[in-house]
């Protein structure tokens, strides 16, 4: 047990502002508070923590250097605002009640591209009827994973888990798509509160307020986190936004110019694309609108 200054590391498996939970090496779990106010603290940090007295809250002194981290423009104003860090998967959950919104899927595919990590798409709720655009050929022609399941049967949960395997994946989608009770099925005795769609308007209500690393019994790691349903990824230059889109990035090196943004600049590969049909027109449209939004409106540092 650590006492006094000397500093311990471990995981960070719950944030709620400046409190949480530490996972450490032996497994055990330990409630912290951050020490200091510069500290942000997020779900899968790996920090540094001391044990002040014998009270058993730790205090979280230093944040270990970070592979990567999710962003979004803070509502409040527009800064960098971190979700989670250290993930290796983002996993993109679709239903076809709340209808599918495909732009902000682009959103989330961009994101992962951005901070290097894989992506799989799941299509929730497949014990219901109504097929809406799921884009899925779409997603499929560009190399991402799709696998269909429903929280509430059961279904192609075991191809899930296996898509988790050993990944510190960070779960996202629309609110009322079912993430929590995804997680509920998967991780058992996990009890994470499940809203209700309401029929009136197909929108769930919001009932996750901390975010969560859920372990898998196969070992793999899960974030379900509340900052994610309304997704805009941070983006600080326009021009990092085609990196988000692979097939547009595969191509950019074959247009005229260097600098091409493949709006309407001649001799443009990615244009050429789309009017063959290689490139989905959707898929070009996402990028386009998320390329204007960035330009109205950069985010500050
Ligand atoms: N038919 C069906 N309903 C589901 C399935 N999974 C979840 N639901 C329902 O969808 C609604 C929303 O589920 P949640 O798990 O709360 O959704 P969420 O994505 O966590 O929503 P937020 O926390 O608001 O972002 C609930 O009424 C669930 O019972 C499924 O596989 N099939
Ligand atoms: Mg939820
Ligand atoms: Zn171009």
Redesign the pocket.
């Known amino acids: 047990m650590a006492t006094g200054t000397q500093e311990q590391s471990a995981l960070v498996v719950a944030a709620h502002g400046r409190r949480g939970l530490l996972e450490c090496g032996d497994g055990r779990q330990k409630p912290y508070m951050v020490k200091g106010r510069k500290l942000r603290v997020v779900c899968g940090d790996r920090v540094l923590w001391s044990q002040p007295g014998d009270g058993d809250v730790a205090l979280v002194t230093k944040i270990c250097q970070r592979d990567n981290t999710l962003k979004r423009p803070s509502p409040r104003d527009g800064r960098a605002e971190i979700l989670a860090a250290n993930l290796t998967q983002m996993a993109i959950?679709i239903?076809p009640?709340p209808e599918p919104d495909l732009f902000i899927v682009d959103r989330y595919l961009c994101a992962a591209e951005l901070m290097g990590c894989r992506a799989i798409l799941i299509f929730?709720?497949?014990?219901?009827k109504s097929k809406p655009d799921t884009g899925s050929d779409d997603y499929q022609a560009i190399g991402y994973g799709i696998v269909a399941?429903?929280?509430?049967?059961g279904?192609g949960l075991d191809l899930l888990i296996r898509a988790m395997d050993s990944q510190i994946a960070i779960?996202v989608?629309?609110?009322?798509?079912?993430?929590?009770?995804?997680?509920?099925?998967l991780v058992p005795g996990s009890a994470?509160?499940?809203?209700?769609?309401s029929g009136a308007t197909s929108e769930?209500?919001?009932?996750?307020t901390a975010s969560i690393m859920h372990t898998l019994p196969s070992g793999g790691r899960l974030i379900?986190t509340?900052g994610?349903?309304d997704f805009i990824p941070h983006i600080d230059d326009s021009r990092h936004v085609q990196a988000g889109f692979r097939e547009i990035l595969a191509l950019a090196d074959e247009c005229r110019f260097a600098d091409c943004q493949h709006l309407r600049e001649p001799d443009c590969a990615v244009k050429r694309a789309v009017e063959s049909g290689t490139v989905s027109m959707r898929r070009y449209e996402s990028y386009k609108r998320l390329l204007r939004s960035v330009q109205a409106s950069p985010p500050n540092a």
């Open positions: 959950v239903a009640l929730n709720k497949s014990d219901m399941v429903s929280a509430r049967t279904q779960l989608g629309q609110s009322g798509v079912g993430k929590s009770s995804l997680i509920n099925a994470v509160a499940v809203g209700e769609v769930g209500i919001h009932t996750t379900d509340p994610v349903r």
